[in-house]
């Protein structure tokens, strides 16, 4: 069970993200953008894979979430991966892929 990180209300644990990249902000820049597509290509998987796809594409995200400093998204990925056939996460974390994605963009401007 993965223990929460509090983020500050942001999708992202900017702090946890500067120590993992060691504040080289063209590392974050760009791990950030191949995450975002990630996130894109996990959303549109997610809502027509079966039960065993589910739960490797949200193995997948949960790492590479975790590593940035994105843990509610991990947090939500890895209930995902235990419980793949609850359709509900599967849109929680449409949401969650939606505001990362947001703050992400927010980043690059």
Known sequence: MSTPIP???RPID???LRRATLGDRALERE???MFETQLAEARTKLAVADA???S???HAIKGAARGLGAFEIADC???IERNPGQEGLVGEFRLLADRLCDEISSRRE
Do not use: F, M, P, V
Request: proline share 0%.
């Open 7 to 9: 983020t500050s209300g």
């Open 77 to 79: 990925a890895s209930k």
């Open 31 to 33: 791990l950030l953008a």
């Open 52 to 54: 065993a796809e589910r």
């Open 14 to 16: 900017r702090d946890h």
């Open 56 to 58: 490797r594409i949200a």
